[in-house]
């Protein structure tokens, strides 16, 4: 099987570069039989040629591909993101990766966030006039249809029964932004009745970032639109302890196929400087592995990076003094060890 690397830029390229070597270790020891293929994605290219996402992307993925490992995206060159809206969402709505699970790991257990990843206020959909040189009127439209509401919420209700999970929060805003909130709310109820092992919740969006910041464990699996998910899952990166920390799939659950990314971006602040933390992205491997059913290499992976991220390796965000490479060589040391 055949792995699409996608470092990105910026920090991207450099927690994917360290974490590679243990994708080989991994396959090697345990006879994974797994490879892989760099693709150049980001701005050098984007610069270069003006390509964003190539011509026949999802089609080689989708054709040669088990799975994606991407770093982040982001070029100071590049203020208005144009090349990364053109790869992220190119990719997240071609591949229809329209779950995005964003596990959130806390010291009472972890919180299963789901977002949604192809509509909402990221439908692409709008419009600015502009007059004199200044922007006078601006539109992003919240789209969502109630086929994409329903098959996500079904698939996560499934998904958070078979993970022994009892209780699911759908976050929303439906007393400010009716329409789409009113729909969210009319699928999770129907969806709901259909799942009796798991009792709902439903919070606004506001009181749910206060309530989560506060009381974390009151929550097991939550449910959000696309918008809320990404905000949600940058608080709940902070309650894990920093951005470094946090990773997610996008995963098409008809077909399989899933794409694995930190949540963090691209770090400009911190680019180059080699001290960015790959726990992250290490773990989004120990995810993509887990997810090919290598359930074994995904443990031993995921265990080591928990470890090492209490030793002096651990980089600077974690109040440590190590570097990208020295975590990850120091990741492989306890893999060897065991
Ligand atoms: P960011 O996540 O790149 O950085 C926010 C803060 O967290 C910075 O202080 C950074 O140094 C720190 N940080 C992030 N990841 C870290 C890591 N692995 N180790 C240590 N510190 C880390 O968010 P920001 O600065 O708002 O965005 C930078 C660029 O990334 C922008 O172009 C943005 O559009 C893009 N971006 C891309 C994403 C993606 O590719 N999925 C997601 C979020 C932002």
């Known amino acids: 099987m055949r ?24 396959s090697d020891t345990f006879g994974l039989g797994l490879t892989y293929d760099v693709l150049d994605w980001g701005a050098d290219r984007w610069l270069a040629e003006g390509t964003g996402l190539p011509d026949g992307a999802i089609d080689l993925l989708r054709k040669e ?41 806390l010291a009472h257990g972890t919180v299963d966030l789901y977002r949604e990843n192809t509509q909402g206020l990221y439908s692409q959909v709008g419009g600015a006039v502009s007059g004199q040189g200044r922007i006078t009127v601006a539109m992003d439209e919240c789209v969502y249809t109630r086929d994409t509401v329903e098959r996500f ?16 929060t759908l976050v929303h805003k439906a007393n400010a932004v009716p329409h789409t909130g009113r729909l969210w709310q009319e699928v999770f109820r129907a969806e709901l009745a259909r ?23 009151a929550y097991e699996g939550v449910l959000a639109p696309n918008m809320f998910g990404d905000i949600i899952s ?3 990166a ?35 400087q080699g001290i960015a933390n790959p726990y992250a992205t290490a773990m989004c491997l ?32 974690l109040g440590g003094t190590g570097t990208t490479d020295g975590f990850m060589s120091a990741v492989l040391a306890l893999m060897d060890k065991r």
């Open 238 to 272: 902070a309650l894990m302890g920093g951005l470094g920390l946090a990773c997610s799939a996008s995963v098409c659950p008809e077909t399989g196929f899933a794409l694995f990314e930190p949540v963090h971006g691209s770090a400009p602040d911190i680019a180059g």
């Open 234 to 236: 940058d608080i709940g």
């Open 195 to 217: 799942v009796p092992e798991l009792t709902g919740a439903e919070e606004y969006v506001d009181a749910f970032c206060y309530h989560l910041v506060r009381d974390a464990f």
């Open 153 to 168: 919420v079904r698939n996560c209700l499934l998904h958070l029964r078979a993970a022994g999970r009892r209780k699911v």
């Open 3 to 26: 792995i699409a690397i996608v470092p990105g830029d910026g920090i991207g390229k450099e927690v994917v570069s360290a974490t590679l070597p243990a994708l080989t270790w991994l």
């Open 286 to 317: 120990a995810m993509l592995l887990g997810h090919l059913g290598h359930a074994d290499a995904a443990t031993l992976l995921r265990d080591c990076v928990l470890e090492a991220g209490h030793t002096d390796a651990a980089t600077p965000d």
């Open 65 to 105: 591909y088990a799975a994606v490992l991407l770093g982040a995206l982001g070029d100071p060159r590049i203020p208005d993101m144009a090349h990364g809206r053109e790869i992220l969402l190119g990719l997240r709505t071609g591949l229809d990766l329209y779950v995005n699970h964003r596990p959130l790991d």
